[in-house]
């Protein structure tokens, strides 16, 4: 079992940048690949970022490449996500979650999920 709290959202205007994190509790965290999705108002939710269990893979949705960055430090049972050049598109709650994952980007594959933290990006 894994339990997730996300933090670090805010209001930010275009352009700045706001590091969310993520900490679980449970001594498996190392052993589940990680995802960040996010959620817009009146949106479905999507894919944002995912990593590996020990960090050698990542991966990232189209719209986000080169700008945002997912790290994880399995000592501290952190994964974080670096977000740079927001834009007001990037408005929505950011959700992270853990898996076992053949498809980074299937919900359906990631087993625990956080309460989502709200990022809000003015023009």
């Known amino acids: 079992q894994v339990q997730l709290l996300e933090s670090g959202g805010g209001l930010v205007q275009a352009g700045g940048s706001l590091r969310l994190s993520c900490a679980a509790s449970?001594?498996?965290?190392?052993?589940?690949?990680m995802g960040w999705f996010r959620q817009a108002p009146g949106k479905e939710r999507e894919f944002v970022a995912g990593i590996s269990w020990r960090a050698y893979i990542t991966h990232y949705a189209d719209s986000v490449k080169g700008r945002f960055t997912i790290s994880r430090d399995n000592a501290k049972n952190t994964v974080s996500l670096q977000m740079n050049s927001l834009k007001p598109e990037d408005t929505a709650v950011y959700y992270c979650a853990a898996g076992r994952i053949g498809n980074w980007e299937e919900q359906s594959e990631y087993d625990f999920w956080g309460q989502g933290t709200l990022v809000t990006v003015s023009s």
């Open positions: 449970g001594r498996t965290f190392s052993t589940y690949h």
